[in-house]
């Protein structure tokens, strides 16, 4: 998706430097992570209000300590001790307790904060991304609703819900619509008059380390710029060089694989939208031989609802009993989400029992209503695993006993994640993680970052944020962002003093007199 918004980047030319100045932070990534620390690096500073409270009592005391001083002059970890929430990340918690007090318990309590803009803060950055300001919001399905509730997909200064309210939109159980998130993240940038520091259609290919002729070291990114040219959309390469380099790019890239005999067949598929491909063609309908479903996420459950819908039988393995606690159903309040209570319900009412023998279906539900099941169509296959796929359009399923199932199907959905796509990083990143032997992965090896600052460990002047360090949710990606600004601004703070303690040294020695 093109889009007009921002900067030209300058082309590189034969010598491949970008006749640019370097900025002090470029970020890879605008989806709601790197908005959030652009408004931040915009100059916009949160205070604590004259008659602002909070309900915990230990956090409000330590506010009260410094009024006068803003967020990011303050000491975060101080802050964060004895403030607890739903992240393992403390600035994530602290930051999301200021803006949503009480946000766990549904109360909607007024932050502590005021937001004053501060020209003077401002930090020249350059925000990078393939389409508009939103990142993947925008290619995510239409109708489906988010998993968060609306106030906790809103960035500070513009209100969701009275931005939907203004464009006449209804909130349904307190949820949006991925693409109205998409129209919101979109809207706040030229609002906030963000526009000139977000360059869009752009694909970065290399972040690197570089020396200049100073012999200072800085970034060097470089990668493809989409522009219109006579009509014709052409690609154009660019390069930029920044002080910092911040990694938003979210893990939603590269689909997860089994890495099984089959995989590869045609009928074989990674992503919700090929399923809605299939349905938009008319490839799958009621008719078709069943749906194989694999994973016990929520994508994997908005698959199961689609093709139910469609009057597709439906096959759904995963690995985890259906009682397990760590499934994200197991998670959800019933009365916001009762779609994903719905397929928990399936999950565990429809489970193939052990022994049974699974008929081969073809233009027939899995069961009828006369059987004493509420959900016919649907069959569950708890604690399997996928042993391989056949060309002949089978799959083997095996449980723990190693006792396997073979299964018709018309098409099988792999949908058990994603890893990010860091190909752009020396080893894809791989370094950078936890584990560098481990593929990187938002819930299992995210990337290594110092909790207070969000720099990488082994990387100093590279940041990262959101699901990259293991932060799914907008309401608790927005502290990477106040932590990041924090350790910027006390790094240009140590340099400022650095650079006063230099000139008043060269003042001394210019003033100095030798005597003999």
């Known amino acids: 998706m093109h889009c007009s918004q921002g900067p030209e980047l300058t082309r590189t030319g034969s010598s ?3 006749a640019c100045r370097t900025l002090q932070n470029a970020l890879e990534g605008n989806g709601p992570s790197g ?108 109708s489906m609703l988010t998993l968060s509730l609306a106030n906790w997909m809103e960035l500070p200064g513009v209100k969701l819900k009275e ?45 690197s380390r570089v020396s200049l002729e100073s012999g200072r070291s800085v970034w ?32 939603h890239d590269i689909p997860a ?45 908005d698959a199961v609802l689609a093709a139910h819908h469609l009057n597709t039988p439906v096959y759904h393995a995963f690995r985890r009993p259906v009682s397990d606690p760590a499934l994200i159903f197991n998670q959800l309040p019933k009365l916001l989400y009762p779609e994903y209570h719905k397929v928990h319900q399936m999950m565990s009412q429809q489970q193939c029992k052990g022994g049974e023998t699974v008929a081969n279906l073809s233009n027939q539900p899995l069961s009828s209503p006369a059987d004493g099941n509420c959900y016919p169509g649907y069959l569950s296959f708890p604690k399997h695993h996928v042993a ?23 098409m099988a959905l792999v949908l058990i994640g994603a890893h990010p796509n860091l190909s752009f990083l020396p080893e894809h990143g791989g370094p950078l993680a936890l584990d560098s032997e481990e593929p990187i992965s938002c819930r299992r090896n995210p990337l290594d970052v110092d909790p207070y600052t969000y720099e990488c460990v082994k990387e100093p002047g590279m940041y990262a944020m959101g699901p990259l360090v293991g932060e799914n949710f907008v309401r608790f990606l927005k502290g990477g962002a106040l932590a990041i600004v924090c350790d910027l601004a006390r790094k240009r703070s140590k340099k400022r003093q650095e650079n006063c303690t230099a000139s008043s040294l060269n003042i001394q020695l210019t003033n100095c007199t030798l005597e003999a």
């Open 220 to 251: 060097k990114i470089q990668g493809l710029q989409k522009r219109a040219s006579s009509g014709e959309e052409i690609e154009v390469p660019f390069a930029v060089y920044a002080e910092n380099v911040v990694l938003a790019t979210g893990t």
């Open 388 to 410: 391989a796929f056949r060309s002949d359009g089978k799959c083997v399923l095996e449980d723990e006993g190693g006792k396997q199932t073979v299964l018709q199907v018309s």
């Open 163 to 207: 931005w939907m309210r203004d464009k006449r939109r209804n909130l349904r159980n307190d949820r949006a619509t991925p693409a109205e998130i998409a129209s919101y993240y979109q809207h706040y940038v030229t609002k906030m008059g963000m526009e000139k520091s977000f360059a869009c259609g752009t694909t970065v290919t290399s972040v």
């Open 35 to 142: 908005i959030c620390l652009s408004y931040l690096l915009s100059g916009y500073t949160p205070y604590l209000s004259p008659d602002g409270f909070h309900p915990n009592p230990i956090l409000h005391n330590k506010l009260k300590e410094n009024p006068h001083l803003s967020l990011f002059d303050q000491d975060l970890e101080y802050l964060c001790e004895g403030v607890e929430g739903r992240s393992s990340n403390p600035v994530a918690v602290l930051f999301d307790a200021l803006l949503l007090p009480d946000g766990d318990f549904g109360v909607e309590c007024a932050s502590p904060l005021i937001w004053r803009h501060e020209p003077e803060r401002a930090t020249p950055h350059l925000v990078l991304g393939k389409g508009p300001p939103g990142g993947a919001w925008h290619a995510m399905e239409g």
């Open 257 to 301: 694989r089994l890495g099984v005999e089959g995989e590869n067949l045609p009928f074989v598929c990674h992503s919700f939208w090929e399923l809605e491909a299939a349905i938009s063609s008319g490839h799958l309908d009621s008719a078709s031989e069943p749906v194989l479903v694999v994973g016990a996420g929520l994508t994997a459950a």
């Open 16 to 18: 491949g430097i970008c």
